[in-house]
């Protein structure tokens, strides 16, 4: 099965870039919201969790307390670190468990992944995709779909690989700035990795 990771910065567009692919024919892996499942159902994972930051990193019903969590490694690279050591194993284990359900008839599969390059996802993918545009376009985008600051969205941006330290680990682009048409280019992709794949 032809695996192609798809990136972009926060609010560049590749979850909403992702559902034009679903609507050809292809199935889409959105690695940051099985990570939010399986810390909450993966024992393995909940096990390390807790005996690296403690009981209260879940609350007596099981759900994850993501404040405390969140308040531990928000401004502490080094806890983050252990954080991501963690998840991103467990995550790497439920794509493989994921890929092997995927039908036959699929054509080929995109993982997404805010830090596809970050977490070395993206050299368990065939290809890769970096979604772009620019930083005060995203800022905004983000700020009117979360109901955040200016100041909120830079905090996450500050965490993530800017775009110019991305584009030379892609192998495809995608322009979501609102004046390039994003359908042209995901339907000329799909036709490339249609070629891939046979
Ligand atoms: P995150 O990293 O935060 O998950 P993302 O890269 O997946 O973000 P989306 O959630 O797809 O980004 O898009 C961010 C917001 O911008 C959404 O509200 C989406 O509807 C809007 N958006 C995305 N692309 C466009 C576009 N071309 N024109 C107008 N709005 C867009």
């Known amino acids: 099965m032809l695996k192609i990771g798809i990136t972009g910065g926060i609010g560049s567009g590749k979850t909403t870039i992702?559902?034009?692919f679903e609507a050809l024919g292809t199935s889409v892996f959105y690695a940051d919201d099985v990570a939010k499942q399986i810390m909450v159902t993966d024992p393995v994972l909940v096990a390390g969790i807790k005996g690296t930051f403690g009981e209260e990193s879940y609350q007596q019903n099981g759900?994850?307390?993501?404040?405390?969590?969140?308040?531990i490694v928000f401004n502490d690279a080094a806890q983050l670190a252990k954080l991501n050591a963690l998840v991103h194993p467990a995550v790497f284990r439920a794509f493989d468990t994921w890929v092997a359900q995927v039908p036959e008839t699929c054509p080929y599969i995109l993982k997404e992944a805010a830090l596809l390059f970050e977490s070395g996802s993206y050299q368990m993918c065939d290809k890769n995709i970096l979604v772009t545009?620019?930083?005060?376009?995203?800022?905004?985008?983000?700020?009117?779909?979360d109901?955040?600051?200016q100041a909120q969205v830079k905090a996450r941006m500050d965490k993530q690989y800017t775009d110019e330290q991305k584009l030379k680990m892609a192998d495809f682009f995608i322009v979501n700035d609102e004046s390039s048409s994003v359908i042209e280019q995901v339907l000329s992709l799909h036709q490339q990795f249609l070629q891939?794949?046979?």
């Open 196 to 198: 891939i794949k046979d």
């Open 133 to 145: 545009a620019p930083v005060e376009v995203r800022m905004a985008r983000v700020m009117a779909r």
């Open 18 to 20: 992702c559902h034009i």
């Open 147 to 149: 109901q955040v600051s």
């Open 63 to 71: 759900v994850l307390n993501n404040k405390y969590i969140a308040g």
